[in-house]
DNA sequence: TCTGGGGTCCTAGGACCC
DNA sequence: TCTGGGGTCCTAGGACCC
């Protein structure tokens, strides 16, 4: 019998928001809203502030809607280099306390606190955490604990801000049955719609084994018992601090302020994009795989298309000759308001020259070896594939 | 209500291989 | 002429989360 697990999640109150009022103080007194787009008075609320939050403003509303709402609401745009500023504050405060710790995003952290909870109280433990969060770098936090990521993450949603709730196997049947099924992490409006339009609307109904049968008429097997587990208690996933080392993707999208319409000009913004995108690939020291390019019509259909090569890459003229060709071949004149590209597949540079030893390992005999140039050499050959590739396409 | 930007994961079909 | 079963990879789309 395995010893059951104390795990916490520590989730940013309104992180956005937070950040917004450490770097700008007055906004604490203000009635505020993190979002909108820059060049025009449309976009929606990415974080409502708790002042905004009390004037019933939420996030995911459009900011039109907030500004009926509170007239005076302030609109604070996104600063992402802010946020990971301070996400990394956060995280690297809470390793003094475990090393056992998965990122949930960038404003929530799960940790298994199994070990330390030997030697203080979890709760004592965590209200440390909390009070030094706040004090050291102004950032509110709610905690929830449980055995299990889920029930700590459902724990941690039940009161904020400055919470700290409990969550074991046996309140699930208090704390959790009653709530009505679009709370549970991972049903959303759509899953949400799908029960209720078959009678499922508290948890409670969800687990009940009378409606097993109706359930997986609308659901996949998969999906059902994933979230029964989930809901019971009996989830085993485990803190695993080496799952988001490497991003599985990388991707840069904008919002046009006005819709476009052209091949060149769609080409103009990829290209811009691609730029910011390429960089943050070689700042992470990441090469890729497969490149992706979203488009977005004016009637909000989505197109995504990507293409898979053989030897990853990261040099710029190289993704965008890619990105460029899959546009060629998509693109067929309609009106776009979003243009986007992405990179996936991604290989930590260090891990891709292992992989090449493997197998040209001649080239490295000469310990002076350059990756960089390499890498170069590798791209300039496929570049080759792509001209003949393309030739033989159409 | 006129709808952002960054991600993750899942599904399903088809190609391809053994 | 009819045609298995398992596995992996690629692609497209969609749901969901913060």
Same mark, same amino acid.
């Given at each position: 019998?395995? !010893? ?8 940013l109150?309104? #992180? ?14 203000e ?10 008075n ?5 974080t409502?502030?708790? @002042? ?5 403003i ?32 956060f995280?690297?405060?809470? @390793? ?6 998965l ?8 940790m298994?606190?199994?070990? &330390?909870?030997k ?8 209200? !440390? ?18 055995p ?10 039940? @009161? ?52 097993k049968n ?16 989930n ?12 799952l ?15 819709? &476009? ?10 290209k ?10 070689k ?6 795989? =497969? ?9 909000? !259909? =989505? ?12 040099? #710029?003229?190289?993704?965008?000759? &890619? ?15 979003l ?13 891709l ?7 040209n ?18 791209? @300039? ?6 001209i ?7």
């Open positions: 019998m395995s !010893q059951i697990k104390i795990i916490f999640h520590v989730d109150n309104a #992180f956005y928001a937070s950040c917004a009022m450490i770097k700008e103080p007055f906004l604490k007194k009635v505020f809203v993190v979002g909108g787009r820059t060049g025009s449309s976009g929606v609320v990415s409502a502030s708790y @002042k905004a939050r009390a004037k019933g939420r996030s995911g509303m459009s900011i039109v809607e907030a500004q009926r709402l509170y007239p005076k609401v302030l609109v604070v745009p996104t600063n992402f280099p802010l946020y990971q500023k301070y996400s990394n504050l995280f690297n405060y809470l @390793k003094k306390y475990s090393k056992i710790i990122k949930g995003s960038i404003d929530e952290a799960y298994d606190v199994t070990e &330390i909870s030697e203080i109280h979890p709760l004592k433990l965590a209200k !440390q955490i909390q009070d030094g969060l706040l004090k050291e770098h102004e950032l509110p936090v709610s905690i929830g604990i449980g299990t990521l889920f029930l700590a993450k459902m724990a941690s949603d039940m @009161k904020k801000p400055l919470g700290i709730t409990v969550l074991r196997k046996r309140d699930v049947e208090k704390m959790l049955y009653p709530l009505p099924i679009g709370k549970i992490f991972g049903i959303g409006v759509k899953t949400k719609k799908v029960l209720n339009d078959i009678g499922i609307f508290t948890v409670n109904e969800f687990v009940d084994p009378n409606n109706k359930i997986l008429e609308v659901m996949t097997p998969n999906s059902y018992y994933g979230f029964l587990d809901i019971n208690g009996k989830s085993t996933d485990i803190v695993d601090p080496t988001y080392d490497i991003p599985k993707s990388i991707s840069n999208e904008e919002t046009l302020v006005y819709p &476009i319409q052209g091949y060149e000009l769609i080409y103009d913004h990829l811009e994009l691609a730029k910011t995108t390429v960089e943050r690939l700042n992470e020291d990441l090469v890729a795989r =497969t490149v992706s390019i979203k488009l977005k019509t004016s009637n909000f !259909q =989505t197109i995504t298309r990507s293409r898979s090569i053989s030897e990853p890459i990261e040099d #710029f003229d190289l993704i965008l000759q &890619i990105a460029n060709d899959i546009l060629l071949s998509n693109y067929e004149g309609e009106e776009i308001r243009v986007g590209i992405g990179l996936s597949q991604l290989i930590l540079k260090k891990d020259k292992n992989e090449i030893n493997l197998f390992y001649n080239e490295f005999e000469d310990k002076e070896y350059n990756l960089d140039k390499l890498i170069k050499k590798i791209n @300039k050959e496929y570049e080759k594939e792509v003949s590739f393309g030739i033989k396409e159409d």
